[in-house]
């Protein structure tokens, strides 16, 4: 739990509400859509989530108009689930897909929701600060092969190494 709260840290201590240039976040973006729980299908590799499986995210409101983030993983190493709660907030506007998430006190990341299935928002492409943080979200724990092409194409073409792609195991 420690590596997981230090990496989240790190992250966010090297502080960053950019995003990479070649990202736009999503237009027409709805909030009470997107909450709830969210599968991990892909992800690039990173110290806060290194040997976790079955990862998930949980996003819901909170009383001060911020997001709830809660991010949960098992390691089969240490036979244990690790979990971590953040909190979210819009960046600019509440109808664009840009939050700034902390899991550690005043320092706050980028997650740029930069693709989204807008009609039954059913999968989601997120990018951080830069093209070392890349996730693919889905609300079910495995996706069409068609969904994981056309993410790692768009991935691939927006300056992502695809070739070090994770893909999270949900059994």
């Known amino acids: 739990m420690k590596k ?10 090297s502080g960053c509400l950019e995003m990479p240039d070649s990202v736009m976040p999503v237009k ?20 806060f989530e290194r040997g976790l499986e079955q990862v998930t995210a949980e996003y819901s409101l909170r009383e ?7 991010n949960r993983g098992f390691s089969k190493k240490k036979n244990k689930w690790s979990e971590s709660e953040g909190k979210a907030f819009f960046v600019g506007k509440s109808s664009e897909g840009y939050f700034k998430v902390s899991f550690f006190g005043p320092f706050y990341g980028s997650y740029v ?32 092969e068609d969904l994981l092409t056309q993410f790692i194409m768009k991935a691939k073409k927006l300056g ?12």
Do not use: C, M
């Open 28 to 47: 027409e973006f709805e909030l009470d859509r997107y909450l709830g729980k969210w599968y991990e299908i892909a992800r690039l590799d990173h110290s």
């Open 64 to 70: 001060d108009g911020g997001v709830r983030v809660k």
């Open 160 to 171: 992502y190494e695809t070739e070090k792609l994770i893909y999270v195991d949900h059994k």
């Open 113 to 144: 929701v930069f693709e989204l299935d807008k009609d039954n928002y059913q999968y989601a492409f997120i990018s951080g600060p830069n093209t070392s943080y890349l996730w693919l979200l889905s609300r079910t724990p495995t996706v069409e």
């Open 4 to 13: 997981l709260i230090l990496g989240v840290a790190s992250l966010f201590l």
